[in-house]
């Protein structure tokens, strides 16, 4: 059972604020959203890709200016395997902007993660420097 919440995102992002990073004035921040290869593992690509993202997109509008998918293939060591099985990261004006897009749809955007995952996803905010 995925142990993530609807409203963890909101409380990082308070988080963020009480330590005192600033939210805005930013070219652009990413949200990572890894979810970790452990054995055993059940993570659908196809439905990620074809199902989940496009109704995160589609919930967050133009506060999502894009998104990539990526796939785990191997890890940094010869024959070892990825540390993520998959991840995603949104491309947004900012956290405000993120939160905007991605907090009225919280709920329904988390109900989705059981249908392609068994993985409690890990998720980063960064300030994208160069892209």
């Not at 995102?9 to 939210?23: F, H, I, N, T, Y």
């Not at 999502?64 to 990825?82: E, F, I, N, R």
């Amino acid at each position: 059972m995925v142990a993530c919440s609807a409203t963890y995102l909101c409380r990082l992002v308070c988080s963020l604020m009480l330590a005192g990073v600033p939210l805005g004035g930013r070219d652009m921040i990413k949200v990572s959203v890894m979810y970790p290869n452990t054995p055993g593992a059940r993570f659908d690509h196809d439905y990620y890709r074809d199902k989940h993202m496009p109704l995160v997109k589609s919930r967050m509008g133009a506060s999502c200016k894009y998104y990539t998918v990526d796939k785990g293939l191997a890890g940094g060591a010869p024959g070892a395997p990825a540390t993520y099985i998959g991840m995603c990261h949104l491309f947004c004006d900012s956290v405000e902007a993120f939160q905007a897009g991605f907090g009225p749809h919280a709920s329904e955007i988390m109900a989705d993660i059981p249908k392609y995952t068994d993985q409690t996803p890990v998720i980063q905010i960064s300030e994208v420097i160069v892209g």
